[in-house]
């Protein structure tokens, strides 16, 4: 079974600085894909960024991008230009590539990193 | 463009009554996944649904059950409700056969008292 794990439970950032949020995973697999959601106090679930682990390029999205690294198992969130509405719960997740034939593909979370944000 | 709709947004429930939980997919998606999020927790798998067929199950209760219907909404039946049902359910859809990720709806705040 896949996991992964958050080591911050809470970071914060001053407004227009950069952020660097962590999380580390534990496969077996050799393709899957890694996802980081944002889940502000209105609780719905955003999907941020998404990286596939046959990509070599870390993915990016405006002022979010990832630092993937496969050997490492690391997948970590850097959002730049922070702004107050970036503040929110972040989930890390993981999704297995392998087709079972079934459509299946649930998501694994880690415990989450809530990010405040510093006016 | 269309979300995924779940509702309702909010219920309360007494223990041991029995509550369902509605959850309409984007438009053509055949997948959906249902999450249950405790307080301060992260969203755990219940149970998901391909082709209106039970696809995979994780940590889902015998006192829940679910199901997916010809129009490919779901319900998330649950029974016998206990104070620690209590969290945030959420309904994901995505395309069955694709890399297409999940696209999440609003959830719904169960509360047991």
């Known amino acids: 079974a896949q996991t992964v794990t958050q080591s911050q439970p809470e970071m914060s950032v001053q407004e227009a600085e950069t952020v660097t949020l962590s999380c580390t995973y534990d496969?077996?697999?050799?393709?899957?894909?890694l996802f980081w959601y944002k889940q502000p106090p209105s609780r719905q679930m955003i999907l941020v960024i998404r990286?596939?682990?046959?990509?070599?390029q870390n993915a990016t999205e405006n002022r979010f991008s990832v630092n993937f690294q496969k050997a490492a198992k690391s997948f970590s969130l850097k959002i730049s230009d922070s702004q107050l509405g970036d503040a929110a719960m972040y989930f890390c997740?993981?999704?297995?590539?392998?087709?079972?034939?079934?459509?299946?593909?649930?998501?694994?979370f880690g415990k989450g990193t809530k990010l405040s944000v510093i006016p | 463009a269309a979300g995924v709709i779940q509702s309702p947004r909010h219920l309360i429930k007494e223990k041991r009554e029995t509550a369902t939980l509605k959850c309409y997919p984007i438009?053509?998606?055949?997948?959906v996944y249902w999450y249950q999020q405790g307080p301060g927790q992260d969203p755990q798998f219940l149970i998901s649904?391909?082709?209106?067929?039970?696809?995979d199950k994780g940590s889902i209760p015998d006192r829940f059950s679910a199901q997916q219907f010809s129009d490919y909404h779901s319900e998330l039946n649950m029974s016998s409700l206990e104070l620690g049902d209590s969290a945030l359910y959420f309904c994901?859809?995505?395309?069955?056969?694709?890399?297409?990720?999940?696209?999440f709806g609003d959830g719904t705040r169960l509360s047991i008292l």
């Open positions: 994901a859809s995505s395309l069955g056969n694709s890399d297409q990720p999940q696209h």
């Open positions: 496969t077996s697999e050799s393709d899957y894909y």
């Open positions: 990286q596939e682990a046959y990509k070599q």
């Open positions: 997740a993981y999704r297995s590539l392998a087709y079972s034939g079934a459509g299946s593909y649930q998501l694994t």
């Open positions: 438009p053509r998606h055949d997948t």
């Open positions: 649904f391909y082709e209106k067929m039970q696809s």
